[in-house]
């Protein structure tokens, strides 16, 4: 009788764990591969020059992403095909196990595959508070009715509106196109020299298809 194995690939880029202190994240029953020089795509490979396969109910452990150097695309392809051979894929750091039928946990490894490309890329993290500076919000469907009433207030204009949400005024336009197409959406051009009146905001919003009074 077979029974499923366990094979761990070891391997080291710069910046992520030892080879040392993975294998001290290893149980005693895991089958080691010390990659050296070798890719992780290269795996199956290795294991044959030992005499060893991958079989379905087998499961290749990696104890953290930024170990493998490769490329967030080729990770991911070695990974859907050894999940396609019913391997299961366990990811030490941050505590992944993937089985072949478990799509549970697609969202952490995607987050874990955004960890990795940051790492080899040097992409800069946003802060632990989670705040995105600079960013601006997006405005959502459900949100229709507040800025319908926003925009409807007495003296309201569209760009102090797109203000308030956080967006810009294009934005407002744009989500205004979409979402509200009983809305006519009406932009003046500030012209020079016309007096204070035409120096203000240069977008009104207005209701309904009736309003066809010259801007």
């Not at 764990?17 to 994240?25: A, D, F, N």
């Not at 795996?43 to 930024?66: F, S």
């Not at 595959?113 to 500076?133: E, S």
Request: one cysteine or more; hydrophobic letters at 40%; proline letters at 4%.
């Amino acid at each position: 009788m077979n029974l499923s194995k366990t094979v761990a690939f070891l391997a080291e880029t710069p910046g992520s764990p030892t080879v040392e202190s993975q294998k001290k994240l290893l149980a005693a029953d895991d089958e080691v591969v010390l990659a050296g020089k070798h890719k992780f795509g290269q795996l199956t490979e290795l294991l044959a020059r030992n005499g060893m396969a991958l079989k379905t109910g087998d499961r290749v452990k990696v104890i953290d992403l930024t170990c493998l150097g490769l490329s967030t695309v080729s990770l991911i392809r070695v990974l859907t095909n050894l999940l396609a051979d019913g391997i299961s894929v366990e990811i030490v750091q941050p505590g992944i196990v993937i089985t072949p039928r478990d799509i549970a946990k697609n969202h952490a490894l995607l987050d874990a595959l955004d960890g990795h490309y940051r790492h080899m890329h040097g992409v800069k993290t946003h802060p632990a508070d989670g705040v995105q500076q600079g960013r601006r919000a997006l405005l959502h469907e459900s949100q229709l009715p507040e800025i319908r009433a926003m925009l409807d207030k007495p003296g309201a204009k569209a760009t102090e509106v797109a203000k308030e949400l956080g967006v810009g005024r294009s934005t407002l336009f744009n989500y205004l196109d979409r979402y509200d197409g009983g809305r006519n959406v009406r932009r003046r051009k500030k012209a020079p020299k016309r007096g204070a009146q035409d120096a203000g905001d240069d977008a009104h919003v207005t209701k309904g298809e009736g309003d066809q009074s010259a801007a």
